[in-house]
């Protein structure tokens, strides 16, 4: 079964500090990995994607993601946090032999200004 | 102009009734979802269509039945609804390459439903 972790429900960091939201994956095979952000009352949005190539992921507004086969991790990161980051963060593994995604259950960001 | 968009955006009922929640995207792509989020913001494939064809079918009661006119849309019907079906729903697409399922997922900006 494919599956993805976010181990922390909760991260607090001030504003400026590096931010990191962790995310460990299991899967059969090579793993597709996605990194969304969800701003209140809104949609997911679509920040960055592992599918294969550089271990080091870099995708919108800042944000970058290392891949590391042997931990099976897929931890989302920034140098510098921004209060306009605070918000709720989804890993996300693509099922490569099916159709559909599995998300994990979210992260949410608070950047203490 | 709006990638994807879901009407309503609020939808409060009461339990028993039906109620439909529609689903457009206007970025060319083949596959189609319906996700649930619940209270605590987990978030659950319903469904998933493949120009038009049904191709993922997760466990969900068959009150929720998904109808997809044409690539562009997909919408969701539910029967009889209840109070745990109250959650925010999703709509999202994707380009499909047959086997390569690296396509990014676009999502809409959801339906709050709320079953009284």
């Known amino acids: 079964a494919q599956s993805v972790a976010q181990p922390e429900d909760q991260v607090n960091v001030a504003e400026g500090n590096p931010l990191t939201v962790k995310c460990t994956y299991s899967?059969?095979?090579?793993?597709?990995l996605f990194w969304y952000v969800q701003y209140p009352n809104r949609g997911l949005q679509f920040l960055l994607k592992?599918?294969?190539?550089?271990?080091l992921v870099k995708g919108s507004y800042g944000f970058e993601a290392e891949f590391n086969k042997s931990q099976t991790s897929f931890h989302l990161k920034k140098p510098s946090a921004l209060v306009s980051d605070s918000a709720l963060y989804f890993c996300?593994?693509?099922?490569?032999?099916?159709?559909?995604?599995?998300f994990g259950t979210g992260t949410s960001l608070t950047v203490i200004p | 102009d709006t990638a994807v968009s879901q009407t309503p955006k609020y939808l409060v009922t009461q339990m028993g009734n039906d109620k439909s929640i529609k689903c457009e995207q206007n970025?060319?792509?083949?596959?189609m979802y319906w996700y649930k989020q619940d209270s605590k913001k987990f978030l659950k494939i319903m469904f998933s269509?493949?120009?038009?064809?049904?191709?993922i079918n997760e466990t969900v009661p068959n009150r929720f039945s998904p109808k997809s006119p044409d690539k562009a849309h997909l919408n969701l019907h539910i029967n009889s609804l209840e109070l745990g079906d109250s959650a925010v729903y999703f709509c999202?697409?994707?380009?499909?390459?047959?086997?390569?399922?690296?396509?990014?997922?676009?999502f809409g900006p959801g339906t709050r439903l709320l079953v009284l």
């Open positions: 999202a697409s994707s380009r499909f390459r047959g086997t390569d399922h690296q396509e990014t997922q676009y």
């Open positions: 899967v059969s095979g090579n793993p597709y």
């Open positions: 592992y599918i294969t190539g550089d271990n």
């Open positions: 996300a593994v693509r099922d490569i032999g099916g159709n559909q995604f599995y």
């Open positions: 970025l060319g792509h083949d596959t």
């Open positions: 269509y493949n120009n038009k064809e049904l191709i």
